[in-house]
Nanobody, 123 residues
Framework: VQLQASGGGLVQAGGSLRLSCRAS????????LGWFRRTSGKEREFVAT????????SYADSVKGRFTISRDNAENTVYLQMNNLEPEDTAIYYC?????????????????WGQGTQVTVSS
């Protein structure tokens, strides 16, 4: 099982990036999916999650109104649209697939993890 994240990079504050995470070797159309991030010296933290049918999403308070999670089950891909980026959003972003179909903010609910993609926001 492999989750391949892409789309990270360097952007100025106020800019946008779109992260993608494509799964290979198996389908995750029946799994909840999520994005997490880790900054230097901190624990991995929840960013956004979506359930298998895309009718339930939730976000960390720090990204609400700026980030949007979506998925394309036909493409086995989950996306994170990040707008109005702030320097505090600088982190390595990880996608993950949950054990069940529901969305979840809990790291322990996720079984499969991508390798991470670096997002750097300059002020």
């Amino acid at each position: 099982v492999q989750l391949q994240a892409s789309g990270g990079g360097l952007v100025q504050a106020g800019g946008s990036l779109r992260l993608s995470c494509r799964a290979s070797r198996r389908t995750f159309s029946n799994n909840g999916l999520g994005w997490f991030r880790r900054t230097s010296g901190k624990e991995r933290e929840f960013v956004a999650t979506i359930n298998w049918r895309s009718d339930s999403t939730s976000y960390a308070d720090s990204v609400k109104g700026r980030f949007t999670i979506s998925r394309d089950n036909a493409e086995n891909t989950v996306y994170l649209q990040m707008n109005n980026l702030e320097p505090e959003d600088t982190a390595i972003y990880y996608c993950a697939a949950a054990r069940g179909a529901s969305s979840s903010q809990r790291i322990a609910d996720y079984r499969y993890w991508g390798q991470g993609t670096q997002v750097t926001v300059s002020s």
